[in-house]
């Protein structure tokens, strides 16, 4: 590469507190317009911010999960600017002591083109409110003040990623943690988890060269397209011997490209000043201890753990541990199949199979996110118990799938299932055999096919329709003949000659 490129990240998140930051009206997505308002978070001039521990609280959860330094007090500056959806003109937010200052996250994963594994320096993490929002009809632009004062967390990178697809990793795994930590639904459609990025490229050794911002970026996958689309606009004009003007562009979605927006503004336009309305913070030893008991085992960290716990591989375990409760799910499954006898990995494996092929489609199929798979009357007990009668090889694998779809339907246990319906697996090579003569009789055809490519030495085609007559065999057993004995009794039967 004849440039380097360097990428930071600004993402804002918003936390899931019951009420906005600075005042107690209600902080949910979807409302009718203007109805969770109230003269502070609408700027009416003379009141008085109060701050939201619980969004104070889940902040420095985040910092901490960043591994970054909670400092001996915090407070919070007005930052000043003018836009419609903001009627107090200013923007409460922190500028010189964040709640979080330099952390890291050590980013690890498979991008799209090679595995990923660096550390990432995060800057600062900040608290501050968010502004209203601006729906843009037609003929007017309308303003809904539901959003203004919502508690926004900002988490700031350094310009330690160098490609999209690294930014894009960034998103996915920062998703994931605020998401375990239970402080913000990572919506992005929603706009609850929102990424600005920063990028500069230039000669190695020359520093960072200029940087430009992208705007409207409401997915990982944007990110990482508006971040290459920008390394490759900016190096054709170094190319050209022109030079990258430092500005804000927005990405546009349809056309795939980004596009200038306005010259960026630096810090001292903002004209911060700390906000005399609010004290500052000084986080005690029960605020500082609250914070690290909620830290829960983090999403990378249980990916590696469920690896070595249960032998399954990186890709399956990442799979598995793409949402907090389907691990949970996953690992309470495991433990009840080992209370019932199954070996450990041999019960992973089972239930991993189930839970990513399976249940997966059945979530899909019944419009159930995986973070409520909870929810479904397939609970982790009964999917170990049905592991077990198969791993016992009391019901067959085809029939397991169908008691899958019976305990949905029935809120039932699957042992009951199995027994009612006569799915126990018939494993008597007599009555096998028996079954076995009856095909013979009326597949006379294919059974003097197989004798003659076996005679010839045909090992695919004899494969082909060895396993076209056990087929025929459970059909004959409604699915409950073991096909291992099937192909056993059927080699014994071609070999009699019969
Ligand atoms: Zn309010």
């Known amino acids: 590469m ?16 019951k009420t906005k930051v600075f005042c107690g009206c209600r902080s949910v997505f979807g409302d009718e317009p203007n109805t969770n308002i109230c003269p502070v978070c609408l700027g009416y001039p003379g009141v008085l911010p109060a701050l939201n521990i619980e969004a104070m609280r889940m902040g420095c959860m985040v910092a901490r999960a960043m591994n970054c330094r909670i400092p001996e007090t915090t407070w919070f500056e007005r ?3 003018f836009y419609p959806d903001m009627t107090k003109n ?60 919502v508690s926004l967390l900002e988490i700031v990178t350094e310009p330690d990623m160098e490609t999209g697809e690294e930014a894009e990793l960034f ?23 929102r990424a600005d990025a920063n990028v500069s490229i230039n000669f190695p050794g020359k520093g960072l060269g200029k940087k430009v911002e992208i705007k409207n970026l409401n997915s990982s996958r944007f990110v990482r397209l508006g971040l290459d689309y920008e390394i490759v606009r900016q190096g054709e004009l170094l190319d050209q ?30 004209r911060y000043f700390p906000e005399p ?43 598995i541990c793409e949402e907090k409760a389907q691990a949970d799910y996953f690992e309470a499954a495991v433990k009840e ?42 609970t982790a007990k009964r ?13 067959s694998g085809k029939n397991g799938k169908q008691t899958l779809e019976v305990i949905l339907a029935e809120d039932r246990e699957p042992e009951t299932i199995v027994k009612e319906r006569g799915w126990e697996q018939l494993t008597d090579p007599a009555k096998i055999a028996e079954t076995v003569q009856a095909v013979f009789a009326e597949e006379q055809a294919t059974v003097a096919e197989l004798r003659s490519s076996l005679i010839g030495g045909n090992a695919k085609r004899t494969h082909t329709l060895t396993a076209y007559l056990v087929g025929r065999v459970l059909a004959a057993t409604n699915g409950r003949a073991d096909p291992k004995i099937a192909g056993t009794q059927i080699e014994k039967r071609i070999g009699t000659g019969e």
């Open 2 to 17: 004849k440039y380097r490129s360097f990428i930071g990240l600004e993402v804002h998140i918003h936390l899931l507190t």
């Open 79 to 81: 930052k000043q600017y």
């Open 90 to 149: 200013y923007q409460i937010s922190q500028f010189a002591s964040p709640l979080g200052q330099e952390g890291w996250m050590e980013l690890e994963g498979k991008g799209r083109s090679a595995s990923i594994k660096k550390r990432v320096r995060i800057k600062e993490c900040h608290l501050e409110e968010d502004a209203g929002k601006m729906i843009h009809t037609g003929t007017a632009s309308l303003l809904d003040y539901n959003r203004a004062g």
């Open 171 to 193: 998103i996915q795994q920062l998703r994931r943690t605020v998401r375990y930590l239970g402080v913000c639904d990572g919506n992005m459609e929603e706009g609850s988890l």
């Open 241 to 270: 011997g022109r030079e990258v003007i430092q500005e804000t562009r927005l990405w546009n979605e349809n056309r795939d490209e980004t596009a200038p927006m306005r010259t960026k503004e630096n810090a001292q336009d903002y």
């Open 277 to 319: 309305d609010l004290p500052v913070f000084c986080p005690d030893a029960v605020f500082l201890k609250s914070v690290e008991d909620s830290l829960t085992e983090l999403p990378l960290k249980r990916v590696k753990r469920i690896v070595a716990d249960y032998g399954l591989t990186e890709e399956q375990a990442d799979l």
């Open 337 to 378: 199949a080992r209370a019932q006898g199954l070996e450990t990995k041999d019960a992973a494996l089972r239930i991993a199979n189930f839970l990513l092929v399976d249940v997966k489609h059945i979530l899909h199929r019944e419009g159930i996110p995986p973070s409520d798979i909870g929810t479904l009357k397939l």
């Open 383 to 395: 999917l170990a118990s049905l592991s077990v009668l198969i791993a016992g090889g009391t019901v």
